[in-house]
């Protein structure tokens, strides 16, 4: 049988959001169960009442759909109290009761000041573990594989074994992209739309001079990404814009508020990373769609401290309410550069 525990990674101090909503998801499918996640250790787990059906809700669970987890795996029991002197035999075992062929190899550890540390101390056991798999008869490199493979070490003697769903899952380790800071970039915020560029729009060839507005766009890390991408952008904002971005030319400097300015013409895209209530963002959004200003946006919603699940659900049905409930596609993604604050993704069908 495969396994029937739902592992999910998050950004640590999300533990109850990402509870709350895979308890949600499977509650939707008929599955009951609950979930163990201890604050701040960035991953959650979830049990259903009957293996069988969290068999079943493994199955259909989609990737794409969860706003808090960066991974989604399916895991047995946990292994603890592997012996230190040869953690590998255990490991192996659990592994052969998966499989034998598999996509990928992926050692991980939690995303936080424990889990860096942890990772210091379980690398050296990468290659003895590489080389047991190859004897025990297990191929962690077939590209026709449906499964990767996942020994996610919760402590030093403690780890999941489990698989991950190619195309149902996080294409990075750990589900974490590694972005490089462009020295050219007027901010750090740039990364955060070049991630949400490869969450939303990955493979997207974008044609040179396709026009975007960037709503509070100063200093101009989100309109250097589009710059960078071929787009003529109108950058509004009562602040200042990076000098050295203004002189590409693709840029035009609107001083405005973002929640007053109007484009004389449809664009392709609007891109927004203004701090305001969840809200308001999601009203100013929905309406650029509805009233035909973009056909493509992607916003930040700055989550508030308490009730972070459920800020994400009203903003959900504000959008819909505002688009009469069809005709448009709405993803949301708590990506790895975002902190206290969701991306989403919003365009018209």
């Not at 769903?165 to 590694?178: F, Q």
């Amino acid at each position: 049988m495969r396994p029937a525990r739902i592992l999910l990674y998050c950004r640590p101090g999300f533990e109850k959001e990402c509870a709350q909503e895979v308890t949600a998801a499977a509650a939707q499918m008929g599955v009951e169960g609950f979930v163990k996640a201890r604050p701040e250790s960035g991953f959650a787990v979830f049990h259903a009442h009957q293996d069988a059906m969290g068999v079943e809700f493994g199955d259909h669970l989609e990737f794409n759909r969860l706003v808090f987890p960066r991974q989604l795996l399916r895991t047995g029991d946990l292994l603890s109290g592997l012996p230190e002197a040869d953690r590998v035999t255990p490991i192996v075992a659990a592994v052969r009761s998966l499989g034998t062929r598999f996509a990928a190899l992926w050692i991980e550890t939690p995303d936080t000041n424990d889990g860096k540390a942890l990772a210091s101390l379980i690398k050296p056991l990468t290659p003895h573990l590489e080389k047991a798999l190859r004897r025990a008869g297990v191929a962690f490199d077939d590209a026709q594989a449906e499964d990767r493979l996942h020994v996610y070490f919760v402590g030093g003697l403690a780890c999941h074994v489990g698989l991950s769903r190619v195309g149902n899952s996080s294409t990075w380790p750990m589900g974490i992209p590694r972005l490089r800071m462009p020295s050219a970039a007027p901010s750090r915020s740039a990364l955060k739309l070049a991630e949400a560029m490869l969450e939303f729009a990955a493979g997207r060839e974008f044609e040179p001079g396709l026009t975007a507005v960037d709503l509070g766009a100063s200093p101009g890390g989100w309109t250097w990404q589009l710059v960078q991408r071929g787009f003529m952008v109108t950058a509004v904002d009562n602040g200042p814009m990076d000098a050295r971005l203004m002189e590409s030319g693709q840029v035009k400097h609107r001083r405005d508020d973002g929640f007053h300015y109007r484009p004389a013409e449809p664009v392709h895209w609007m891109v927004c990373d203004m701090v305001e209530s969840p809200a308001k963002i999601a009203r100013l959004v929905a309406r650029w769609i509805a009233e035909g200003w973009c056909a493509e946006t992607i916003f930040n919603l700055k989550l508030p401290m308490k009730k972070r699940y459920e800020e994400v659900l009203r903003c959900r049905a504000i959008i819909d309410e505002a688009l009469g409930g069809k005709g448009y596609y709405l993803r949301m993604k708590q990506l790895f550069h975002d902190r206290e604050e969701v991306t989403a993704y919003l365009a018209r069908r």
